[in-house]
């Protein structure tokens, strides 16, 4: 079946710092990408669509400048933190629909 | 928002018996209900869907069906596997909210 990777699986920064997500389609190619937030013992929250070669769709309450998503062609899509706060701390995955929805295993970030 | 809630959080039947899990949702307008599979470190797969024109949509040993008046759609396994162990999650339609999971564990 189609593969979808993310990397790093884990990262710690400090505050203030920017830090990148990276959502590669491994064996397929994807137009639109889904970045997701799960918060401890929540479901996971949708944040934004990829879309190749235009800019994100965020759903209402996401701060654009601070996500900021690239989707620099058919199987990447970049996530960038910026000015990462403590707050920030969450699970992010990235999903991408081919015949069927197929996600990232998760990018844990911790801000320290 | 939309609410999706999953009953149960985990399910533990012997090879061979059927599994059934539940959602629920909240969203009336919803019109798309799919399950996804996700095995022990591998990434989350839609496995089966259905959309609101249908009642039951069948594919080999899983069936989902739906219940538009409760606000409610199950995943149906049937002579369940080792195989099948893993955890399944139902997602609302608009907002992408999944459920928290049922952990099924098949016995041999």
């Known amino acids: 079946g189609a593969v979808v990777s993310q990397h790093p699986s884990r990262v710690i920064c400090k505050s203030g710092t920017s830090v990148k997500i990276e959502c590669r389609s491994l064996d397929f190619q994807a137009t639109t990408m889904f970045w997701y937030r799960q918060f401890p013992k929540k479901s996971l929250m949708l944040m934004a669509t990829s879309n190749e070669g235009s800019k994100a769709t965020y759903e209402q309450g996401v701060e654009k400048d601070k996500f900021l998503i690239n989707h620099a062609s058919l199987t990447l899509s970049t996530l960038t933190v910026t000015s990462a706060h403590p707050e920030d701390s969450s699970f992010y995955i990235c999903s991408a629909p081919a015949a069927g929805q197929f996600f990232g295993p998760g990018t844990r970030l911790t801000v320290l | 928002g939309e609410n999706v809630e999953q009953h149960p959080s985990t399910l533990s039947v012997q090879e061979g018996d059927s599994a059934v899990i539940k959602c629920t949702y909240s969203?009336?307008?919803?019109?798309?209900f799919p399950w996804y599979k996700q095995e022990l470190g591998k990434g989350r797969q839609l496995i089966i869907d259905?959309?609101?024109?249908?009642g039951e949509k069948k594919d080999q040993r899983i069936a989902v069906t739906l219940n538009k008046t409760a606000k409610h759609f199950s995943l149906h396994i049937t002579e369940t596997q080792p195989e099948d162990s893993a955890v399944y999650f139902c997602?609302?339609?608009?907002?992408?909210?999944f459920g928290d999971g049922t952990t099924l564990t098949v016995k041999p």
């Open positions: 969203d009336s307008a919803s019109n798309y």
């Open positions: 259905i959309r609101s024109n249908v």
């Open positions: 997602a609302g339609a608009r907002k992408s909210t």
